[in-house]
């Protein structure tokens, strides 16, 4: 193998990139991205980079002599096509570049509001360094401030906007996708504490002003005043190159359980690919950190010749007003909770399970419990209700 080409400069694809050069592969290692400056991390951007108190050297992956002393070639640029007969990339400016073996690391793009006024000035999407930077300036003049989407994002953002902000969330409770009715309850009332006011079970059915936004309009007539809207609803992945090249496509790009897609020679990883998830049963897009990095990894385990099936298991975090939420495992078809700990002091952890097998540990400022409940899925990736229950519930005891 003499050339590995990356597309997409972003968690993942700089985790290839790396994890190619840790395994001591010599040959090319070539990372093209369509993104200004060097790779950086997104999770800072709605957290200490929105409120001001992290600066581009913390969003940074690494510095920029690290990539010539481990000899990745960065080269910025978007690509436009993929010519799989000739094995290679054709970049936006015509230029091409050959590969042995592709990697598609694209990431996500955010979903656009599918309402009237969407495009309006004032309307906000936080995905890019450069889209937290004009937000970040925006803030600072804003009066009026709704966020739509009660997410991670939308809540993150909310959490570091430092300023009291209308929440909008079609569902009944708060980051209902990913978190169970408790955990939901006590961001919720973190966030009213905070002076946040919740708009539950609400839909927009438009934004209105003349050419900049002044009012959200809910799907109940009402309007709400807005000089800054905030739209976090969710992310498409970025599957275009794919789909035109003629790979299987569904849902992200598909790939098998050593993330390569319908054609050997090329990889997925990341925001992107639509992979065989263990820990959910089924087909699945994870959108994370770890699952960047560990798809990385693992993507560069089979380039390099050392095949293991992709099994890591999925976690998460976020961080609002103070708190700290982690999650390990896939709560998704779960059912029956236990909650542990200290959930007046907010410090407790909810254990879900998923026909009687422990399938996620949310825990809310309790980071030994998340520790222990990585520690305990390594060692059994299908902890019984029992066994749990015979340790009244408490993580680290069922691990030792
Ligand atoms: P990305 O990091 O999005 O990288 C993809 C890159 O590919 C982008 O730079 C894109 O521009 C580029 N690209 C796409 N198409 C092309 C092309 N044709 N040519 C060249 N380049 C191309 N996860 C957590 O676990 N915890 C958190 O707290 C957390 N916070 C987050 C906060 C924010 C604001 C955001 C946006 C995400 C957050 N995430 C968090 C999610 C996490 O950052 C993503 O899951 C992760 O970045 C995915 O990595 P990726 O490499 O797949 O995609």
Redesign the pocket.
Known sequence: METVLV?????????VATSLRDKGFDGRVVL????PGLPY???P???GYLAGTAGDAQLRLRPEDFFAEKSIELIP????SVDRDGAKVVLEDGSAHEYDHLVL????VNRVLPVPGSTLDGVFT???KDE?DVLRAALESAENVVVVGGG??GL?FAAHAGRPVTIVEAQDRLMARVATPEVSAYFAALHEGAGHTILLGKGVAALRGEGRVTEVELSDGSLLPADLVLVGVGVEP?TR?AEEAGLAVANGVVVDEHLRTSDPKISA????ANFPCVQAGTATR???????VDQARAAAAVITGEPAPYDSLPW????QLGAKLQIAGILTGAGETVVTGDREGGKFSVLSFRDGVLAGVESVNRPPDHIAARRLFAADPAPRFELLEANGFDLKATFA
């Open positions: 597309v997409g400069a972003g968690q993942s694809g700089f985790g093209i991205g369509d993104e991390q997104r999770p951007l709605s957290k640029g978007r690509v436009a690391a694209t990431g996500s936080l995905r890019t937290a991670f994002i993150e970025r190159l990883v990341g925001d992107c994870l959108e994370s950190v770890q699952n960047a998460f975090w976020t961080d």
